[in-house]
């Protein structure tokens, strides 16, 4: 079993920012990926930013260039800078990450999210 805990979400004013960070404890025999996504009133979860393990990046084109993603291995943890932000970009902000057990299968687990509103 994977337990994530998100911290970092705040009410920030437009052109604002914010760092999520997101801390992954339990059992896996490796971290493939982690990530954000995140989910406004009345819409479905999309993704903002995802790491992988050999430290690749992918991100939204929303948050290109104003957001970034970045991994402490040692601490377990999945960082997100949110930089010049937007009223738009007011969501909860889920950690996910993706590991492979000990059993060689890959599974994905979810943090219980953080409220960012930016709003003036």
């Known amino acids: 079993q994977v337990q994530l805990v998100e911290s970092g979400g705040d009410l920030v004013q437009p052109g604002g920012s914010l760092r999520l960070s997101c801390v992954a404890s339990?059992?896996?025999?490796?971290?493939?990926?982690m990530g954000w996504y995140r989910q406004a009133s009345g819409t479905q979860r999309d993704m903002v930013a995802v790491i992988a393990s050999g430290g690749g990046t992918a991100y939204a084109d929303s948050v290109k260039g104003r957001f970034t993603i970045s991994r402490d291995y040692a601490k377990n943890t999945v960082y997100l800078q949110m930089n010049s932000l937007k009223p738009e970009d007011t969501a909860v902000y889920y950690c996910q990450i993706r590991v492979r057990t000990n059993q060689r299968t890959d599974m994905d687990y979810w943090g219980k999210g953080t409220l960012v509103t930016v709003s003036s």
């Open positions: 339990g059992s896996w025999n490796r971290i493939m990926s």
